[in-house]
């Protein structure tokens, strides 16, 4: 199984880079964290907001492999605890499919991203950066592996 995490931006500061980088790799094989990075539309004085984010969800749709089970990372999803993730990498490696985890820019997902993911998981009640996200979610997930497989990284 793969895990795409799909973000929107670009040229994330190295310490974004360091720290995501840190736990993909301790990831094994058969669950790789992939990272694929979907260009944000510039945001000018007077641009059309809605538009930008309706453009952004339609390159992460694109984005997104075929047949891959779709989680959207949304303030309005559902909470989940360290244990509650561990059960859906169970659940999802388990079923076979790859996984394609949705992280939207500044403004959020799009309508047309929320209607297709199948999961919405909310990291936090609080707004955190887009960038610490992609930090956040490869230590959650790795940290979730480690449950299922009795390693002493998660005490």
């Known amino acids: 199984m793969q895990i795409h995490l799909i ?3 670009r040229r994330m500061p190295e310490w974004v880079r360091l720290g995501y980088t840190e736990y ?3 990831l094994p094989r058969d669950c790789a964290l992939l990272l694929q990075e979907i260009p944000a539309g510039k945001r000018l004085k007077n641009t059309d907001i809605a538009r930008l984010v309706r453009e952004e969800g339609e390159r992460m749709l694109a984005a997104i492999p075929r047949d891959a089970h779709i989680v959207s990372l949304d303030m309005a999803g559902r909470p989940w605890t360290t244990d509650d993730l561990a059960e859906a990498l169970r ?3 388990s079923g076979g499919q790859n996984v394609a985890l949705l992280v939207g820019g500044p403004e959020g997902l799009s309508q047309s991203v929320r ?4 999961e919405s998981w909310s990291l936090s009640r609080l707004t ?3 960038p ?3 930090i956040v979610v490869a230590e959650q997930l790795y ?3 480690s449950i299922l497989h009795k390693h002493p990284y998660h005490r």
């Open 7 to 9: 973000a929107v931006g």
């Open 24 to 26: 993909a790799r301790r």
């Open 91 to 93: 659940r999802w490696r």
């Open 115 to 118: 209607e297709r993911a199948r």
């Open 128 to 130: 955190l950066p887009h």
């Open 132 to 134: 610490l996200v992609r």
């Open 143 to 145: 940290r979730a592996w």
